[in-house]
């Protein structure tokens, strides 16, 4: 897969996936493109996904994108950092993927509750997070665009949303998501 201007971080996305199923890691798709998928359209230009790893394998795995010509630049959170570890993996048109690893408080059936979407280009699918998790992570990251991700995600998703698994989510980030939960769900 040739990506050969900028705006396809969609792309470079399904480039890193090839290589996380062959290595049989899991992932899970989330921010913006997640969000898109349940039902709240945002423009965003990298792509953000979540993956089971140990942080000594990163290295190994950010190696692989590299020899592909990528970037790799891999940051280590501190104690205090909700983020164990992300690689950032861009390439030379300024298409970015972030990759996620050690969330603070998520639930690691996460892997387990994705759903598989389709894009007509591509030949395998992509596992994109369940609405229940984009909204409990984003009420965990708290920023006022991923708020408003949140509210909106859901009053799309209505009936459809698993209330008692989002309330056991959501608490599981701890005390202000959980306060910002109980702020939606009143409106």
Do not use: W
């Amino acid at each position: 897969m040739d990506i050969d201007s900028p705006g396809h971080s969609t792309d470079l996305l399904f480039k890193l996936v090839c290589v996380l199923n062959e290595r049989h890691i899991d992932y899970a798709v989330i921010g913006a493109m997640a969000v898109s998928v349940h039902g709240v359209v945002r423009a965003s230009i990298d792509a953000d996904a979540l993956i089971s790893i140990a942080f000594s394998e990163l290295k190994s795995l950010g190696d692989s994108f590299a020899q592909d010509g990528l970037t790799v630049v891999l940051r280590q959170g501190d104690v205090s950092d909700p983020i164990l570890a992300m690689m950032v993996v861009s390439d030379q048109h300024g298409n970015r993927v972030d990759l996620l690893t050690g969330l603070r408080g998520l639930d690691m059936d996460i892997y387990q509750r994705t759903v598989e979407i389709r894009l007509p280009e591509y030949s395998f699918p992509l596992r994109v997070a369940s609405k229940e998790d984009v909204i409990a992570m984003k009420l965990f990251a708290g920023g006022p665009l991923d708020l408003m991700d949140a509210k909106r995600l859901i009053a799309v998703a209505d009936s459809s949303l698993d209330k008692s698994l989002l309330r056991r989510l959501v608490e599981r980030f701890g005390r202000d998501a959980f306060d910002q939960y109980q702020k939606l769900v009143k409106d």
